[in-house]
């Protein structure tokens, strides 16, 4: 996808990034989100950083194609293997182990990335949710001072299903806090990631957000038919809240 189509969509606030998996390294499995992600209009599609899978999606797909790691020089190979834009985040692997990267440690692999590739590539930080909403505020005006381009804004998911729009709601709220108290603070574009649905889309724009990641929503689908409708369910949604408000601008 041309850059300034990315750019008009993070303008327009109508941004929809599916998620493949920062540790999701089988074609077999990311494949599939691509297609769906690419048949459902969505704009980007988020996969883990190997250089044979960033090659076949390339192949396979015309959509911005972010490359998700935690390990700086992973990130900077990535640049020269195809990545449209790199993603420094995605913390659900260093979650799952226990881990939680401290503001210091993201602004440190952001300079180290920067340094190698300046501006030849965009560059999104995701601002880890587990920290305390000062920090990640502080963090978030340091990663655009940095150079950053894009801010993922994130919160916790919980363990309990997302069966309704009220259990919809309830899985972002933090994440909508997060994005709506960082867009106070900075100019860049941001967008909200964690727990996001066609239910619940919408809300993230009016977090102040310009666009949405989405992962599990789709990952849990077992046909195509319906990893595509849960994709297009949030690009509707989102292209509904610019349809009813037409004016609205990042």
């Not at 540790?23 to 077999?28: I, L, N």
């Not at 992973?74 to 420094?88: C, F, Q, T």
């Not at 978030?140 to 804004?153: H, K, V």
Request: negative net charge; contains cysteine; proline residues 4%.
């Amino acid at each position: 996808m041309p850059k300034h189509t990315l750019n008009a969509a993070l303008q327009n606030r109508t941004f929809v990034k599916v998620i493949a998996g920062i540790d999701t390294f089988e074609s077999a499995k990311v494949l599939p989100i691509v297609d769906a992600a690419t048949a459902a209009g969505a704009h980007a599609i988020d996969i883990a950083c190997d250089h044979d899978l960033i090659r076949q999606v390339k192949a396979r797909t015309s959509l911005t194609v972010f490359v998700s790691s935690t390990d700086p020089q992973k990130l900077i190979a990535a640049a020269s293997a195809g990545a449209d834009v790199l993603e420094l985040g995605n913390f659900d692997a260093m979650y799952r182990e226990g881990i939680t990267p401290t503001a210091d440690q993201i602004m440190n692999w952001t300079r180290e990335i920067k340094a190698a590739v300046g501006d030849s590539i965009p560059l999104c930080v995701t601002v880890c949710g587990r920290l305390p909403i000062k920090e990640q505020i502080d963090l978030a005006q340091m990663l655009q001072a940095a150079g950053a381009d894009i801010i993922q804004a994130e919160g916790t998911v919980g363990p309990a299903p997302i069966t309704d729009t009220a259990s919809a709601i309830a899985a972002i709220t933090s994440a909508l806090a997060n994005a709506a108290e960082i867009r106070r603070a900075i100019e860049m574009p941001i967008f909200v990631a964690g727990g996001i649905t066609p239910e619940n889309a919408a809300f993230a724009i009016a977090s102040g957000a310009n666009g949405v990641g989405i992962g599990k929503a789709v990952a849990s689908k077992t046909t195509a038919s319906e990893r595509e409708a849960v994709v297009r369910g949030v690009v509707n949604a989102l292209e509904a809240v610019r349809t009813a408000h037409p004016g609205l601008k990042a």
